[in-house]
Nanobody
Framework: QVQLVESGGGSVQPGGSLRLSCAAS????????MYWVRQGPGRGLEWVAS????????YYADFVKGRFTASRDNAKNMLYLQMDNLKPEDTARYFC????????RGQGTQVTVSS
């Protein structure tokens, strides 16, 4: 069955960095666009970034553009999100997903940005 397992979250100070990972299994990873979505306190799910196999294309929400970098390793069935210059408003649970709305997502990993 499809499994998406996120890791790498934690607590950091503003301006810090984290690298999230997502291990995928149970489907042909290279055949899917993959997404990072997040849910902050009292907020709904919001799309953060997309990573496609074709042309190694990546796309970002405006609020993370220039700070976050999504990447994937199809040989290892892994999706990554490098997060730099983190802000308190980035505090959220981060999920990897097979769809942009996050309906088909993992359990997530918590990121807390606080001084």
């Amino acid at each position: 069955q499809v499994q998406l397992v996120e890791s790498g979250g934690g607590s950091v100070q503003p301006g810090g960095s984290l690298r999230l990972s997502c291990a995928a299994s149970g489907f042909t990873f290279s055949g899917y666009g993959m997404y990072w979505v997040r849910q902050g306190p009292g907020r709904g799910l919001e799309w953060v970034a997309s990573a496609y196999t074709e042309g190694a294309r990546t796309y970002y929400a405006d609020f993370v553009k220039g700070r976050f970098t999504a990447s994937r390793d199809n040989a290892k069935n892994m999706l990554y999100l490098q997060m730099d210059n983190l802000k308190p408003e980035d505090t959220a649970r981060y999920f990897c997903a097979r769809d942009k709305l996050g309906a088909d997502r993992g359990q997530g990993t918590q990121v807390t940005v606080s001084s």
